[in-house]
């Protein structure tokens, strides 16, 4: 088969988690960096793909700008990032498994937190501001009603969208640990990024480049970025590490009832036909 089955993603997934611990600090705070980048990279394209549309394709256009959006969790999890939304499953059922400890996860999130806003607000600032990609014509427009969009938003409101958006994320973090080949895990990744970008949902990394975006241009302020930070980054925690690592850790690992890998059930029937 060129996929895992769930129960086999659990012991993948929790594999992970575990070796995303265990990097250097130096190797955590790069990929970090990296994810920050590809996912800010994602979202500039967004902004140049679908500024120019006319206002009665409003419809058509969040649907184009969610089909390239997911460049940047493709890039993250095929060339290599370390990213906060996906961290924040793989590593919290990790801990599920008692494989790290509870401060593991939290000086995880922490550094990944960091380095991902770094890499975010790299590609805001310099292309962005002084590259000017999100600060002239309809790109500032589309840049600053984004921005005015997701801050407008309740504490209530972005707490849930963030649960919303990380159960998605989380799943095609999932999706593609399910895949043997880079075809399968592009196409696992792509629809339920697809979805949570559609939707309109708020994605803690995401929005790391889009209101900052946006401050730099001359809207909005910092605190107005805080307000809306907490409440989506608690909602991403929960939807990744509860609607999806708590669950599926529940619905097939409590109870050591996941199936064996491919190269323990070899070993098992090669050792059942010599005894035979």
Known sequence: MSFYRPEQIVKISIESGVKKTKYPLQQTLILGFQAGAFVALGYLLYIRVTAPLPAELAGLSSLIGASVFPIG???????GGELLTGNMMAVPLARLADKIATKKVIYNWLLITISNFAGAIFVAYIF???GGLTETGPYLAKTVSIAEHKLSASYLEAFISGIGCNWLVALAVWLSYGSKDMAGKMIGIWFPTMAFVAIGFQHVVANMFVIPAAIFAGSFTWLDYIRNLVPVFLGNALGGSVFVAM??????????AWIPDETAARKDTLKIVKEM
Do not use: F, Q, S
Request: net charge positive.
């Open 73 to 79: 969790l493709i890039l993250t999890l095929i060339a």
């Open 247 to 256: 669950a599926y850790w529940h619905a097939y690992k409590k109870d050591k």
């Open 128 to 130: 962005g501001h002084v």
